[in-house]
Every structure is written in C-alpha cells, then in structure tokens.
C-alpha cells in the first residue's frame, strides 16, 4: 500500500521482500478468505501505549476508501459477524489487486531478498543477498514475529534499535490459552472440539463472541480478543449465559420443571458436553425440585462467573498479532517517520499498534501504508 502510494506520486520505489511470494501473510488470513478490514473500524479497536497516535491514519484511509478499492477491481465481499469483510474471490485476490496497482505505478518488488545489513549517510544503502540498494528515504514494514514459520522476526525492532529509536517488546496478541496439564486431563481434552457463544472478561475488558475448547486449552475469538489484554497470573472471568440471568432462568425452571435433572436442562442451553462436564465438575446433579436457594445461587454464580486461570498462552507460533513495536512518540503520526531519523519510516504491525480481531490490524496495515506513502 505504501510502495502504491509512493509510486503514484512519481516516486522510484523498489520492494524488497524477503519471502518467495508477496503477501504470503494474507494469503493464509481468514482462512485464505481474507477479512481484509471491518465495517466498524474505530481507534477504540487498537491496543497501544499511545492511545491517539493511531486516529491520524485511520480517520485519513478509512475502512470505505479499501472496500473503494476492491470495487474498482471487480471484487465483492460479505459481512460476517461483527462487521467483518470477507473477500468473496478470497484472498489471492486481494493479493493480486495489490500487485495490480503495484505495477501501474511502476513499482519493482524484489522477492527472495535477505536483507543483512542498513546502513545510513547521505543516503540509506540497504546491504542483501541481491547486492546493495541505496534510497534518500526507507520504509520497514516487516511486522512483527507472530507465526515465525511464516518468516515473520523481529526484524522492525533491530532496526529501530539500530537507529536509537525506543521500542516495545513484541508479545503474542490473538493468541490461544494454554492451561495445567492436570486440568486438560480433567476436563478440556474431554470436550475438545466444543464450542459456545459467551461473555469473557479480563481487566475490565469483556467481548461476547464464541470460545472453543481445544485439547491445549482455550481458543475462538473470545479466548483471542481476551488474550490481547491478559497478563500472566490473571483469571479471566467466563459468563456462559451472557444473554440470560442465570438465576432467574434456575428459579424457573426448578418451578416449571422440578423433575428435570440440572444436566437435562443445562444441556438445553449449552452444548450437551459441557453440560454434562460441569454437573460433573463442579454441580451436584439431581432433579430441580431438589436444590435450596443457596445452591441455586451458586450454580448460576458458576455459570455467569467461571473463573479460569490459564497458565499461559500458545506464543508466537500461533499469534495472530504481536503486540508492541515501536513507540509512537517517536514517530509522525502524519507521515510515520521517525522524528529523529529523517527518511525513515515504520509502518503496520511494526508499530505499537494493534488491532482487535477482525480485519482491523488489516485495516491498521493499509492506513498506516497510505499515509506513509504520500511523504516517503
């Protein structure tokens, strides 16, 4: 998007690309589809140290400016849930979209290009495997480490500290739960592969999306959304009836139904493993008509607050995100260069700037892009 940008403007722009093949990270995205932004992009969507840096871009490349874009190629998209895009031709074709504009602004892109050194004088001279490469300006747009098998380092925060500029360290961001092999063995390896929508909550942060037990632990978009904001040491907190009062419902189903054993009528709501699960767990199972008021309580104070504590996560191998990068207040956050450095730039997951789950960090990646592109 940057290189775009650049080359409309008249610029000479070459990309130096590591990889075999442009884009490998969003042709594996959404599954191959590419959520390739949201309906409902908003700063309040990002995680970061400077909670304002990111309005700039944002506000000036917008979500409708990118699906402009796919509609100028021939390409359509579907609303998933929570404002999430999709592109109907996949994600090869947002790809080769890129790759179109690339070359009607004469853009090069070198692939293949292991970059060993950077050096700076007058100019900035790129030292590789495809010999040296001098410019008056450098944008590093490398992202940051998740899913290293992808090729993904931390290649932007060795060149930050290269040039004195102050970082955060990357951490996984949308990244899965890991817990106590003592309680995979008890309870999450028996219903692996079950999922339900619930209300999680960590910080004081909370998303109502669906959570999947795996036999590592917990993943599904709560479980990730949550991860962002969660340290270690921390319960997160699990409602599994967020759309009901939970103690409500137990009082009228014990009126209604006093014969109906708990599991019976918590199978009903939830799926049928789980439910089983926890009356095995945690609830003494036997008809409604059986429980006193304080146990009602309690079992509803379980299924509206199951207190978890992971013991950590999957890591980078499979993060979606790295939260952290490089400290906004050393960049423009009109042009995305660094104050001190002129001609250099950071743009994307590079920087202190993550998205939620969703498309935004897409969205992140091609405002940022654009904006750096207009001054590079």
């Known amino acids: 998007m940057c290189a775009i940008q650049a080359g409309q403007r008249g610029r000479s722009?070459?990309?130096l690309e590591k990889a075999n093949k442009a884009g490998k990270k969003i042709l594996i995205s959404g599954g191959g589809r590419c959520n390739f932004t949201n309906l409902y992009t908003e700063p309040d969507a990002y995680l970061s140290h400077n909670t304002h840096f990111c309005k700039s871009a944002l506000s000036r490349y917008t979500q409708w400016d990118f699906i402009a874009l796919l509609e100028k190629h021939g390409l359509s998209w579907t609303e998933k849930t929570l404002g999430?895009?999709?592109?109907?031709?996949?994600?090869?074709a947002i790809v080769e979209l890129l790759l179109d504009e690339c070359r009607e602004a004469n853009v090069k892109i070198q692939l293949n290009c292991d970059i060993s050194a950077i050096e700076k004088a007058e100019e900035f001279t790129v030292k590789s495997s495809l010999g040296d490469f001098s410019s008056e300006s450098l944008v590093v747009a490398t992202g940051g480490p998740s899913i290293p098998k992808m090729g993904a380092t931390d290649f932007s925060q060795?060149?930050?500290?290269?040039?004195?500029?102050?970082?955060?360290?990357?951490?996984?961001?949308?990244?899965?739960?890991?817990f106590p092999e003592a309680e995979l063995v008890s309870f999450f390896r028996e219903i692996s592969g079950t999922a339900v929508d619930v209300r999680m909550e960590c910080n004081n942060v909370s998303f109502k999306e669906a959570i999947l037990f795996t036999h590592r632990g917990l993943s599904g978009p709560a479980a990730l959304q949550i991860s962002s904001y969660w340290q270690l040491g921390d319960e997160v907190s699990v409602n599994l009836l967020p759309d009901i009062d939970t103690e409500e419902w137990l009082k009228?189903?014990?009126?209604?139904?006093?014969?109906?054993?708990?599991?019976?009528?918590?199978?009903?709501?939830?799926?049928?493993?789980?439910?089983?699960?926890?009356c095995?767990?945690?609830?003494?199972?036997?008809?409604?008509?059986?429980?006193?008021?304080?146990?009602l309580g309690a079992i509803a104070m379980t299924l509206s607050d199951w207190r978890l504590k992971p013991s950590g996560t999957e890591g980078m191998r499979t993060a979606e995100v790295a939260l952290g990068g490089v400290n906004c207040d050393e960049l423009s956050s009109k042009t995305l260069e660094a104050k001190?450095?002129?001609?250099?730039?950071?743009?994307?997951?590079?920087?202190?700037?993550?998205?939620?789950?969703?498309?935004?960090n897409f969205q992140w990646a091609w405002a940022s892009g654009w904006c750096a592109g207009q001054y590079v």
């Open 280 to 295: 095995e767990l945690f609830f003494e199972n036997k008809p409604m008509a059986q429980y006193n008021s304080k146990e």
């Open 252 to 278: 009228e189903q014990q009126s209604e139904r006093p014969k109906a054993e708990l599991k019976t009528l918590l199978s009903q709501v939830l799926p049928k493993r789980l439910a089983i699960k926890l």
């Open 340 to 360: 001190h450095v002129n001609g250099l730039y950071f743009i994307g997951e590079s920087i202190d700037v993550t998205g939620h789950l969703g498309g935004y």
């Open 84 to 92: 999430q895009l999709f592109c109907d031709q996949k994600a090869g």
């Open 13 to 15: 722009v070459l990309v």
């Open 158 to 178: 060795q060149v930050a500290e290269q040039f004195s500029l102050k970082t955060f360290p990357f951490t996984p961001g949308l990244v899965p739960f890991i």
